[in-house]
Protein backbone atom coordinates (compact mmCIF):
# COMPACT_ATOMS: atom_id res chain seq x y z
CA UNK A 1 0.00 0.00 0.00
CA UNK A 2 1.06 3.30 -0.23
CA UNK A 3 1.85 5.22 2.76
CA UNK A 4 1.08 8.93 3.35
CA UNK A 5 3.34 10.71 6.06
CA UNK A 6 2.02 13.95 7.37
CA UNK A 7 4.12 16.47 9.46
CA UNK A 8 3.30 17.68 11.84
CA UNK A 9 0.62 16.15 13.63
CA UNK A 10 -0.17 19.02 15.74
CA UNK A 11 0.16 22.46 14.58
CA UNK A 12 -0.39 25.40 17.08
CA UNK A 13 -0.79 28.60 15.00
CA UNK A 14 -1.55 32.05 15.18
CA UNK A 15 -4.77 34.04 14.13
CA UNK A 16 -3.84 35.52 10.99
CA UNK A 17 -0.23 33.91 10.60
CA UNK A 18 0.61 31.39 7.93
CA UNK A 19 0.84 27.72 8.43
CA UNK A 20 1.92 24.53 6.40
CA UNK A 21 1.49 20.99 6.27
CA UNK A 22 3.81 18.58 4.54
CA UNK A 23 2.90 15.32 3.06
CA UNK A 24 5.05 12.63 1.62
CA UNK A 25 3.96 9.88 0.21
CA UNK A 26 5.77 5.91 -0.43
CA UNK A 27 5.90 5.61 -4.31
CA UNK A 28 4.91 8.45 -6.88
CA UNK A 29 1.57 9.76 -6.98
CA UNK A 30 1.52 10.32 -10.84
CA UNK A 31 -0.92 8.40 -12.68
CA UNK A 32 -0.55 7.22 -16.42
CA UNK A 33 -2.83 9.70 -17.31
CA UNK A 34 -0.54 12.30 -16.55
CA UNK A 35 -2.10 13.53 -13.72
CA UNK A 36 -0.80 13.65 -10.05
CA UNK A 37 -4.23 12.16 -7.71
CA UNK A 38 -3.24 14.20 -4.24
CA UNK A 39 -5.90 15.94 -2.44
CA UNK A 40 -6.45 17.89 1.08
CA UNK A 41 -9.45 17.77 3.19
CA UNK A 42 -10.66 19.34 6.17
CA UNK A 43 -12.36 17.82 9.12
CA UNK A 44 -13.73 20.30 11.50
CA UNK A 45 -14.70 19.40 15.16
CA UNK A 46 -17.90 16.74 14.72
CA UNK A 47 -18.08 17.57 10.68
CA UNK A 48 -17.36 14.86 8.11
CA UNK A 49 -14.22 15.66 6.25
CA UNK A 50 -14.74 18.42 2.85
CA UNK A 51 -12.08 18.18 0.06
CA UNK A 52 -10.54 21.75 -0.20
CA UNK A 53 -7.39 20.74 -3.01
CA UNK A 54 -7.67 18.10 -5.71
CA UNK A 55 -4.85 16.97 -8.24
CA UNK A 56 -2.37 19.15 -5.71
CA UNK A 57 -3.37 22.69 -6.47
CA UNK A 58 -6.64 22.90 -7.53
CA UNK A 59 -8.79 24.52 -5.12
CA UNK A 60 -12.38 22.93 -4.97
CA UNK A 61 -15.80 25.08 -5.05
CA UNK A 62 -16.11 27.28 -2.48
CA UNK A 63 -12.58 27.16 -0.99
CA UNK A 64 -11.36 30.62 0.31
CA UNK A 65 -8.05 31.58 -1.61
CA UNK A 66 -6.12 31.64 1.29
CA UNK A 67 -5.83 27.66 0.86
CA UNK A 68 -3.08 26.59 -1.21
CA UNK A 69 -1.72 23.24 -2.71
CA UNK A 70 1.74 22.53 -4.06
CA UNK A 71 4.05 19.64 -4.88
CA UNK A 72 4.87 16.68 -7.39
CA UNK A 73 6.03 13.37 -7.07
CA UNK A 74 6.24 12.39 -3.64
CA UNK A 75 6.52 15.18 -1.83
CA UNK A 76 3.07 17.64 -1.40
CA UNK A 77 2.32 20.45 0.76
CA UNK A 78 -0.61 22.45 2.29
CA UNK A 79 -0.37 26.25 2.86
CA UNK A 80 -3.08 28.42 4.86
CA UNK A 81 -2.23 32.14 3.76
CA UNK A 82 -3.62 33.92 7.12
CA UNK A 83 -5.39 31.31 10.00
CA UNK A 84 -8.69 31.96 10.86
CA UNK A 85 -10.59 30.61 13.43
CA UNK A 86 -12.57 28.58 11.66
CA UNK A 87 -9.94 26.84 10.34
CA UNK A 88 -9.15 24.66 13.37
CA UNK A 89 -9.48 21.25 12.63
CA UNK A 90 -7.47 17.94 11.14
CA UNK A 91 -6.46 18.44 7.72
CA UNK A 92 -5.65 14.80 5.94
CA UNK A 93 -3.96 14.58 2.94
CA UNK A 94 -5.17 11.47 0.55
CA UNK A 95 -3.47 9.46 -2.55
CA UNK A 96 -6.15 8.44 -5.27
CA UNK A 97 -3.62 6.77 -7.42
CA UNK A 98 -3.45 2.95 -6.23
CA UNK A 99 -5.65 1.00 -4.58
CA UNK A 100 -6.36 1.14 -1.52
CA UNK A 101 -6.60 4.79 -1.56
CA UNK A 102 -4.95 6.08 1.49
CA UNK A 103 -4.89 8.96 3.68
CA UNK A 104 -2.32 10.55 6.12
CA UNK A 105 -2.47 10.06 9.61
CA UNK A 106 -3.74 13.93 9.74
CA UNK A 107 -2.39 16.94 10.92
CA UNK A 108 -4.47 18.94 14.22
CA UNK A 109 -4.65 22.87 13.43
CA UNK A 110 -5.41 24.48 16.90
CA UNK A 111 -5.08 28.35 17.63
CA UNK A 112 -2.40 29.09 20.17
CA UNK B 1 -28.80 20.96 -3.31
CA UNK B 2 -27.19 17.86 -3.75
CA UNK B 3 -27.63 15.31 -0.79
CA UNK B 4 -26.09 12.14 0.28
CA UNK B 5 -28.03 10.58 2.96
CA UNK B 6 -26.42 7.22 4.51
CA UNK B 7 -28.60 5.06 7.27
CA UNK B 8 -28.58 1.64 8.12
CA UNK B 9 -26.04 2.29 11.04
CA UNK B 10 -27.08 1.40 14.75
CA UNK B 11 -25.43 -1.59 17.48
CA UNK B 12 -24.58 -5.16 16.35
CA UNK B 13 -22.74 -7.81 18.37
CA UNK B 14 -19.48 -9.19 17.15
CA UNK B 15 -19.98 -11.86 13.75
CA UNK B 16 -23.18 -9.66 13.25
CA UNK B 17 -24.43 -8.08 9.73
CA UNK B 18 -25.38 -5.17 8.69
CA UNK B 19 -26.64 -3.55 5.43
CA UNK B 20 -25.94 0.53 5.46
CA UNK B 21 -27.42 2.25 2.72
CA UNK B 22 -26.96 5.82 0.91
CA UNK B 23 -29.78 7.47 -1.01
CA UNK B 24 -28.38 10.51 -3.63
CA UNK B 25 -30.46 13.12 -4.85
CA UNK B 26 -29.95 16.08 -6.99
CA UNK B 27 -27.09 14.77 -8.71
CA UNK B 28 -26.18 12.30 -11.71
CA UNK B 29 -26.04 9.54 -9.75
CA UNK B 30 -24.56 7.43 -12.78
CA UNK B 31 -21.74 10.07 -13.24
CA UNK B 32 -20.41 8.77 -9.76
CA UNK B 33 -17.82 6.53 -8.83
CA UNK B 34 -18.84 5.88 -5.31
CA UNK B 35 -17.16 4.28 -2.25
CA UNK B 36 -17.66 3.63 1.23
CA UNK B 37 -14.96 4.87 3.53
CA UNK B 38 -15.31 5.36 7.42
CA UNK B 39 -13.66 6.58 10.59
CA UNK B 40 -12.93 4.76 13.66
CA UNK B 41 -13.41 6.43 16.97
CA UNK B 42 -10.56 9.16 17.49
CA UNK B 43 -8.54 7.78 14.31
CA UNK B 44 -7.90 9.06 11.37
CA UNK B 45 -9.80 8.36 7.74
CA UNK B 46 -9.93 5.02 5.85
CA UNK B 47 -11.17 3.78 2.48
CA UNK B 48 -12.99 0.46 2.64
CA UNK B 49 -14.48 0.48 -1.06
CA UNK B 50 -15.24 1.38 -4.41
CA UNK B 51 -17.85 0.76 -7.49
CA UNK B 52 -17.64 2.04 -10.74
CA UNK B 53 -20.40 3.68 -12.04
CA UNK B 54 -21.54 0.95 -14.04
CA UNK B 55 -20.85 -1.76 -10.87
CA UNK B 56 -18.47 -3.58 -12.93
CA UNK B 57 -15.53 -3.25 -10.97
CA UNK B 58 -15.29 -2.94 -7.54
CA UNK B 59 -12.27 -3.14 -5.04
CA UNK B 60 -12.36 -3.24 -1.12
CA UNK B 61 -9.07 -3.13 1.45
CA UNK B 62 -7.81 -5.53 2.72
CA UNK B 63 -9.36 -5.58 6.28
CA UNK B 64 -12.69 -6.00 4.74
CA UNK B 65 -12.26 -8.25 2.16
CA UNK B 66 -14.69 -11.14 1.75
CA UNK B 67 -17.03 -9.91 4.30
CA UNK B 68 -18.14 -6.58 3.12
CA UNK B 69 -19.98 -6.42 -0.48
CA UNK B 70 -20.16 -3.22 -2.34
CA UNK B 71 -23.23 -2.45 -4.75
CA UNK B 72 -25.46 0.09 -6.22
CA UNK B 73 -29.05 0.36 -7.77
CA UNK B 74 -28.49 3.44 -10.38
CA UNK B 75 -32.40 3.14 -10.94
CA UNK B 76 -32.85 3.75 -7.42
CA UNK B 77 -29.90 6.65 -7.29
CA UNK B 78 -28.50 4.42 -4.02
CA UNK B 79 -25.81 2.91 -2.83
CA UNK B 80 -25.38 -0.24 -0.40
CA UNK B 81 -22.66 -1.46 1.38
CA UNK B 82 -23.24 -5.43 3.05
CA UNK B 83 -21.63 -6.26 6.25
CA UNK B 84 -21.06 -9.54 7.60
CA UNK B 85 -18.96 -11.40 10.58
CA UNK B 86 -18.48 -7.96 11.77
CA UNK B 87 -15.71 -7.13 14.19
CA UNK B 88 -15.08 -4.69 17.16
CA UNK B 89 -12.40 -3.29 14.82
CA UNK B 90 -15.37 -2.13 12.05
CA UNK B 91 -16.92 -0.10 14.65
CA UNK B 92 -17.10 3.85 12.78
CA UNK B 93 -18.88 6.57 11.38
CA UNK B 94 -19.18 5.20 7.74
CA UNK B 95 -19.38 7.48 4.88
CA UNK B 96 -20.81 7.56 1.66
CA UNK B 97 -19.30 9.90 -1.07
CA UNK B 98 -19.52 10.54 -4.84
CA UNK B 99 -15.99 11.11 -6.56
CA UNK B 100 -17.33 12.44 -10.89
CA UNK B 101 -15.15 13.39 -13.03
CA UNK B 102 -11.81 11.88 -12.66
CA UNK B 103 -11.58 13.16 -9.17
CA UNK B 104 -12.40 16.61 -10.29
CA UNK B 105 -15.57 16.83 -7.75
CA UNK B 106 -16.92 14.98 -4.80
CA UNK B 107 -20.15 15.02 -2.32
CA UNK B 108 -19.96 13.39 0.70
CA UNK B 109 -23.01 12.08 3.27
CA UNK B 110 -22.99 13.19 7.21
CA UNK B 111 -22.33 9.31 8.26
CA UNK B 112 -23.67 6.72 9.63
CA UNK B 113 -22.67 5.17 13.09
CA UNK B 114 -22.05 1.74 13.21
CA UNK B 115 -21.12 -0.06 16.88
CA UNK B 116 -20.04 -3.89 17.00
CA UNK B 117 -19.85 -4.32 20.23
CA UNK B 118 -21.29 -7.56 22.71
Known amino acids: DVVMTQSPLCLPVTLGQPASISCRSS???????????LSWFQQRPGQPPRRLIHKVSRRDSGVPDRFSGSGSGTEFTLQISRVEAEDVGVYYCLQGVRWPHTFGQGTKVEIK | EVRLVESGGGLVQPGGSLRLSCAAS????????MSWLRQAPGKGLEWVAN????????YYVDSVKGRFTISRDNAQNSLYLQMSSLRVEDTAVYYCACWFDYWSGTYWGQGTQVTVSS
Open chain 2, 26 to 33: RLIFTDCW
Open chain 2, 51 to 58: IKQDGSEK
Open chain 1, 27 to 37: QSLVHRDGNTY
